[in-house]
């Protein structure tokens, strides 16, 4: 969506994903990715697994002075209040909630829309193939991909 409609991306990463390991595989994987899409980003190195019990305020901070710098229209992240059957991350409710203060703090001058990851897959072949080429050292089964939903690998 974002690449056929040219819309400069820039995408900010909260976490370096230790706990999943591979995580140099997987840094090398993730800057491939965003240069082959034509992608920005920033990598903070806040606590994998553990946003929940960091600095709400800090995190917020730290991505607001990136939104102002970047001059970020639109944040897209996960839904907050999201539970999601066979793949949930408290990481990533936790990304909603910071992406929604983000917003709120610079007065709503910022658009803001959250993935629903719920809902069942139409392009799990698209996706698939997406995620074997770029990120190999991820070993998701096609069944898994059908019941993360759109929004999984648009974000990865």
Do not use: Q
């Given at each position: 969506m974002f690449v056929d409609s040219k819309i400069e991306t820039t995408i900010i990463l909260l976490t370096q994903g230790e706990f999943g390991g591979f995580r140099d595989i997987r840094k090398t994987e993730f800057e491939l990715a965003m240069d082959w899409w034509g992608f920005?980003?920033?990598?903070?190195?806040?606590?994998?697994?553990?946003?929940?019990?960091f600095p709400l305020k800090k995190m917020v901070k730290a991505i607001r002075?990136?939104?102002?710098?970047?001059?970020?229209?639109?944040?897209?992240?996960?839904?907050?209040?999201?539970?999601?059957?066979?793949?949930?991350?408290p990481d990533h409710n936790r990304a909603g909630e910071i992406a929604r203060l983000v917003s709120v703090s610079?007065?709503?001058?910022?658009?803001?829309?959250?993935?629903?990851?719920s809902g069942r897959?139409?392009?799990?072949?698209?996706r698939i193939k997406y995620v074997k080429e770029f990120y190999p050292s991820q070993k998701i089964p096609g069944n898994i991909l059908k019941k993360l939903g759109e929004s999984y690998l648009l974000i990865r």
């Open positions: 920005g980003y920033k990598r903070f190195r806040f606590p994998d697994l553990g946003l929940n019990f002075e990136v939104v102002s710098r970047e001059r970020i229209t639109i944040l897209v992240s996960f839904n907050p209040n999201e539970i999601v059957s066979g793949f949930d991350h610079m007065g709503g001058r910022r658009g803001l829309i959250f993935w629903e990851s897959a139409t392009r799990t072949g698209e």
